[in-house]
C-alpha cells in the first residue's frame, strides 16, 4: 500500500540529547514536509522539501535540522538546543508545485515527543 | 501575509443534525488554493478537498458540502446528517501560489463532537 510511514508512534527522552524521528514515503512525491502541533493548536511549519538534497526552513525552524539525501525519506532531528521539544510531529508529503499547481499534502500517523 | 481563521475553537452537536465550520482567510496573491483536512483522535490528518481561487463552484460529497465565496474571502465546511463517526478536529488551510509555493498555513481547527 502507498503512504507514508513515521516511527516510532511514541518517543521519550531526556532532556539534552539529540532525538531522530523517522518519515519514509512511497509515494514518489517530490516535495516533503514536517510540521509540529501542540496540544489544541494547528499545524506549524518546521521545515520542507521540494527536491532531494535540498530543503527550506519553515516558520519555527531553530533547534530542528533536516537531510534528504534520498526522494522517499526526510528524517527530523530535535536537538538538545530545542527547547520546548514535547510535541506531536507529523511529517507529510505532496506531488511538487508543478505548472502553477498546488497538490494536497498527505500526512503520516505522527510521532508524540516527550521530554523529560 | 497569509493567514487562515478558524473562530469556532468548539462545537458540539447532537447526531443528524447539521453543521457548519467557519474558515476565512487573508491573502494578497490572486492564485491561491484552499484545503480542509480532518484529524480524528488518532492524529493523523485525512485531505478532505483542494479548491483553487479561480473556481468558486461549490462542491458537494455526499454529507459534505463546501461554499467558496471570495467576496467574503471564505470557505465553509458544512456537514450534513452529522454522525458520531465526524467527531474530530478539522483543519482548514491556504497555500499562495505566487509566493510561497507549496506551503500550508494552517488555522487553529475546529473540534467537532456528535453527540449519539
Known amino acids: 500500500d502507498g503512504g507514508i510511514t513515521q516511527s516510532p508512534k511514541y518517543l521519550f527522552r531526556k532532556e539534552g540529547q539529540n532525538v531522530t524521528l523517522s518519515c519514509e514515503q512511497n509515494l514518489n512525491h517530490d516535495a516533503m514536509y514536517w510540521y509540529r502541533q501542540d496540544p489544541g493548536q494547528g499545524l506549524r511549519l518546521i521545515y520542507y522539501s521540494q527536491i532531494v538534497n535540498d530543503f527550506q526552513k519553515g516558520d519555527i525552524a531553530e533547534g530542528y535540522s533536516v537531510s534528504r539525501e534520498k526522494k522517499e525519506s526526510f528524517p527530523l532531528t530535535v536537538t538538545s538546543a530545542q527547547k520546548n521539544p514535547t510535541a506531536f510531529y507529523l511529517c507529510a508529503s505532496s506531488g511538487n508545485r508543478d505548472f502553477g499547481l498546488t497538490y494536497e499534502q498527505y500526512f503520516g500517523p505522527g510521532t508524540r515527543l516527550t521530554v523529560t | 501575509a497569509q493567514k487562515v481563521t478558524q473562530a469556532q475553537t468548539e462545537i458540539s452537536v447532537v447526531e443528524k443534525e447539521d453543521v457548519t465550520l467557519d474558515c476565512v482567510y487573508e491573502?494578497?496573491?490572486?492564485?491561491?488554493?484552499l484545503f480542509w483536512y480532518k484529524q480524528p483522535p488518532s492524529g493523523e490528518l485525512v485531505f478532505l478537498i483542494r479548491?483553487?481561487?479561480?473556481?468558486?463552484q461549490n462542491e458537494i460529497s455526499g454529507r459534505y458540502s463546501w461554499n467558496f465565496q471570495k467576496s467574503t474571502s471564505s470557505f465553509n465546511f458544512t456537514i450534513t446528517a452529522s454522525q458520531v463517526v465526524d467527531s474530530a478536529v478539522y483543519f482548514c488551510a491556504l497555500s499562495e501560489a505566487e509566493t510561497s509555493g507549496s506551503r500550508l498555513t494552517f488555522g487553529e481547527g475546529t473540534q467537532l463532537t456528535v453527540n449519539p
Open positions: 479548491r483553487n481561487s479561480f473556481d468558486e
Open positions: 491573502t494578497r496573491d490572486t492564485t491561491y488554493y
